[in-house]
Structures are given as C-alpha cells and as structure tokens.
C-alpha cells in the first residue's frame, strides 16, 4: 500500500471502488433517517398449518429517503451494524413493534405474537436485556407475544454470554427463535444449551421444493430435528402451493412467504386480522 503524506487526505479517491463511495452516502443519510422519520416497519403473517389462522407475525424495517429511494435492508442493515447505528435503529424497531403489537391487542384482535430480528452486535450489548425489559415495561405488551430472531453467527462469537442472555430471556417468558437456520457454521451442539423457541427454515432450502432433492432432505432434517428438540420450525419464502403441500406433508408447524402475504405497511396487516378474525 502507497504511504499517504499528510496533505493527501481525500474524500473519495480512485482506487476507491463505487461501493465503498455508495455506502459513505448511505452511512450518511442513515444517519438522519430515524429523526427524519424515514423508517417504516412492515410487518409479514405467519400462518399455522394445522389452522390456516396467521398466528404471528415478523417485523422488516424499510427506508424510503426523498433523495434515493427505497434502500434495501439487506443493504442498509449492515451499514448500520459497522457504524453502530443498529443500537438507535434497533431499539426504534423494538419499540415500535411492541408499541403496535400492543395496538392490535387493545383493538380486539386475536393475540398473536410478534417477530423482530436482532442483529448479533445488538446482542450482545450489555444492557441489551434490560433494554428489552425496559420496552415491555413502557409499552404494555405482555413479553410473551415478543418473539426475538437471531442467527446462529451469534452462537459462534461468545457462547456464555450467549446461554446466559438467553436465559434472562427465557426466564422473562420472550421467545427466541434462530433465523436463517442451517446456513451458519455453527455445530448442532449449541441448541441443547440454548434456551430457544423456534428453528426457522431459511428460504434457500424451500426455493427448491420440488427441484433440488438434497435441499428436500435438509429441510426433512431440521423439520425432524425441530420435533426432537420440541421445538417450533417455521419455513420462511413459501411462495408456491406445491412448497405449502410438501411442508404440511412433513409436519412444519408454520410458513410464512409471498404465498400467503408480502410484507405490508401496518394499515394494510390490519386488513389481513380482520379477515383472519371474521373467518
Ligand atoms: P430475514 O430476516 O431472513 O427476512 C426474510 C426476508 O425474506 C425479508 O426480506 C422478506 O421480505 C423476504 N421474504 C418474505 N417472504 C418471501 C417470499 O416468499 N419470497 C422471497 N423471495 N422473499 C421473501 P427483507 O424485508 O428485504 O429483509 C432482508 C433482511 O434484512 C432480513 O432477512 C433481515 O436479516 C434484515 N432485516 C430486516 N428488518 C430488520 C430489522 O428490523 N433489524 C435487523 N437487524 N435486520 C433486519
Ligand atoms: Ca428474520
Ligand atoms: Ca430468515
Ligand atoms: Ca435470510
């Protein structure tokens, strides 16, 4: 690497590719977007397959900025995660998920529960529990209708802290549930020693229902595994009739996906419990 004198510092320099450039904008709109109210949470049904009935629901964040658009989170999350802005953001998340869970409640609609993810670096925070507690606290939402995803990355980085957090968690009465499962590194080991809920299959496998057999057998195992562990497995990403078929077929206990709703604007979700609840 070239040695920088001191009157060579740059904004944005040529050996600089587009996508570094492109996020220190983004880093720099995010860092306004919450107090300039540009952040929106949808909100995606999850249905048990015994009842059809939409039991739950998971929590997405969206940003729209005047000046660029729609910004995926898939590409604003891990800005957030590197400049820390995932603890501001994150708490907002939480809250304002509890805050309309709550809502829904004190409006007459079934209770069901409420889905948010969590990034690992938010995790593992110290004071994270207590500023889960502290959100129930101030909300009023019973902790067992907040349901927490998290990924098995977090597993790997200090697994004491994590058995211990989620204790606190299991002891609170919040569900946990591991997001994205069977695409991490982790060893299988870890879910006997963590206070967990719920094993979500991650889209990857149920996209190729019907095409790739290999995929079938892992969603057959963690389906299976789930079952032994006594735990709850939910597929996300069903989008076709025939996916919904074979996971009935193996005893998934929940889905959610396009199939049934894309994640929709909180307005639009009340349409969804209305219908849920009449019929
Ligand atoms: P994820 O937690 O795995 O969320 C599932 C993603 O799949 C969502 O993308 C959802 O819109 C999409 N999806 C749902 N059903 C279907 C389907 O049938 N087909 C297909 N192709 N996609 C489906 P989204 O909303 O763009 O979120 C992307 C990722 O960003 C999430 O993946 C999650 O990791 C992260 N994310 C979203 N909201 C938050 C948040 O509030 N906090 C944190 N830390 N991360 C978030
Ligand atoms: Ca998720
Ligand atoms: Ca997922
Ligand atoms: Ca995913």
Same mark, same amino acid.
């Given at each position: ?30 860092? @306004? ?27 997405? /964040? ?7 658009? +729609? ?11 590197? !400049? ?8 907002? !998340? ?33 004071? +994270? ?18 349901? $927490?995803?998290? !990924?098995?990355?977090?597993? /790997? ?25 069977? !695409? ?26 019907? /095409? @790739? ?5 892992? $969603?057959?195992? $963690? $389906? ?56």
């Amino acid at each position: 690497a070239k040695q920088k004198g001191k009157n060579n510092y740059q904004f944005y320099t040529p050996d600089m590719n587009f996508t570094t450039f492109e996020n220190l904008v983004l880093e720099n709109k995010l860092y @306004n977007a919450l107090e300039k109210n540009e952040l929106e949470l949808y909100y995606q049904p999850q249905v048990d397959l015994n009842t059809g009935q939409i039991i739950g629901m998971e929590a997405l /964040i969206r940003w729209v900025n005047p000046e660029l658009g +729609f910004i995926s989170p898939a590409k604003f999350i891990p800005i957030a995660e590197e !400049t820390g802005l995932i603890i501001p953001i994150g708490e907002w !998340t939480l809250r304002s998920a509890c805050k309309q869970n709550k809502l829904w409640q004190d409006m007459g609609f079934n209770p069901m529960r409420v889905a948010v993810n969590i990034s690992a670096y938010q995790f593992q925070q110290e004071d +994270f529990v207590e500023k889960v507690r502290q959100i129930l606290n101030e909300t009023g939402l019973d902790p067992k209708w907040l349901e $927490i995803e998290i !990924t098995e990355s977090i597993a /790997i980085k200090n697994v004491d802290f994590t058995v211990r957090t989620l204790r606190k968690f299991k002891d609170m009465g919040i569900k946990v549930s591991i997001d994205d499962f069977g !695409t991490g590194f982790s060893s299988l080991a870890y879910l006997k020693n963590f206070k967990i809920d719920a094993l979500k299959i991650d889209y990857s496998f149920v996209k190729d229902i019907g /095409i @790739n057999s290999e995929n079938e057998s892992i $969603i057959k195992a $963690i $389906i299976m595994l789930a079952k032994n562990l006594k735990l709850n497995v939910i597929a996300e990403g069903v989008e076709t009739k025939e996916q919904l078929k074979f996971l009935k077929h193996q005893e998934c206990n929940e889905s959610q996906g396009y199939l049934f709703s894309k994640p929709v604007p909180s307005r639009e979700f009340e349409k969804l419990l209305i219908r849920n609840n009449v019929f």
